[in-house]
């Protein structure tokens, strides 16, 4: 038995809670995840695993083996690292999760500048707006907008998103122009985005001459998803919030209007985020640095 490699596929069943998805995040049959996990109880000879048809749990000395098991895990990692040319030359499989718009928007069209730089990177870029468990989804990491609420996840702010207030241009001669956030309330309809682990909806605040305000608008549409709601509001469903790098080319062309101007939303902080016992390798080192500088300089733009 390859005990390292063992381990590894133990962390991963409990990172994972699963057998099948730890055999998938790993490449492995599911069979070969069993055999190694049959295999490692009986050298350590105690059981580590409590498995019934519907889900897997650890044992209390499964829990003291994990935590001895990541560390070493994560200390072979840095030993590997220190004796090659990975830190000059990252190269691997590289695991992130970022939203819809961000990807569409801001990644993407800049990835050719990061290959230039690190061409033997290979990412695997999940796109979507639900929140990912970076565990159990074995992701590296992920760029989250919002406070982050996890205090057991490593954060680093890299920037920051404006949001302002519009409707369709369409929306506006039928309905007019909100003057007050409190009009969305009773003369306006609004689209809103909602966030698809919790259902929670995400709220509309503004803030003018040191009054803040959060109207309780009734909401015709809530969606959550961003290439979604930006449709939504293109097709004059109602007013909304959106972050102005989603919102400018819509302004460009005349479809969308920027509403109560003179009211002011706090812009949101953008963090990439990744577990605390995750090893930082030099790959993911790489990305967070060139991701913090694309969120610099694009913030550098938007200010002219």
């Known amino acids: 038995m390859d005990q390292i490699q063992a381990m590894r596929v133990f962390s991963r069943v409990v990172e994972t809670g699963s057998f099948t998805r730890a055999a998938d995040s790993l490449a492995l049959p599911k ?8 295999a490692l109880e009986a050298r350590v000879r105690v059981k580590l695993l ?16 994990y935590e001895r098991a990541s560390q070493l895990l994560t200390d072979l990692d840095d030993l590997d690292a220190s004796m090659t040319n990975a830190q000059a030359n990252p190269s691997g499989r590289l695991r992130i999760d970022v939203g819809s718009s961000t990807a569409t928007l801001l990644l993407i069209p800049a990835l050719d500048t990061f290959y230039a730089r690190y061409p033997d990177i290979q990412i695997d870029m999940g796109v979507s707006d639900r929140v ?5 989804d074995n992701v590296d990491c992920v760029i989250r907008i919002g406070e982050i609420t ?8 890299i920037g920051q998103l404006p949001l302002i207030a519009v409707a369709s241009a369409a929306y506006v001669k039928r309905y007019g122009a909100p003057q007050h956030p409190r009009d969305l309330e009773r003369n306006h309809r609004v689209v809103n985005h909602f966030f698809g682990n919790t259902r929670r909806m995400f709220p509309m605040e503004f803030n ?3 009054e803040h305000f959060e109207p309780a608008a009734p909401y015709s549409l809530a969606v959550n998803e961003n290439i979604a709601h930006t449709a939504a509001v293109v097709a004059g469903l109602g007013v909304a919030q959106m972050a102005t790098v989603i919102a400018q080319p819509y302004l460009d062309s005349g479809e969308l209007v920027e509403v109560l101007a003179d009211w002011a939303r ?14 930082l390798s030099a790959k993911v080192r790489a990305f967070v640095d060139w991701a913090a500088e694309l969120f610099a300089k694009n913030a550098q733009m938007q200010r002219g």
């Open 31 to 38: 069979g070969t995840v069993t055999k190694q996990i049959q």
């Open 50 to 65: 409590n498995r019934t048809t519907r889900r897997v749990t650890v044992t209390p000395d499964g829990a003291a083996y």
């Open 132 to 136: 990912v468990d970076l565990l159990t």
């Open 150 to 157: 996890d205090q057991s996840l490593v954060a680093r702010r």
């Open 208 to 210: 003018k001459d040191g």
């Open 266 to 279: 706090d812009p949101l902080p953008i963090y990439v985020v990744y577990p605390p016992n995750r090893h």
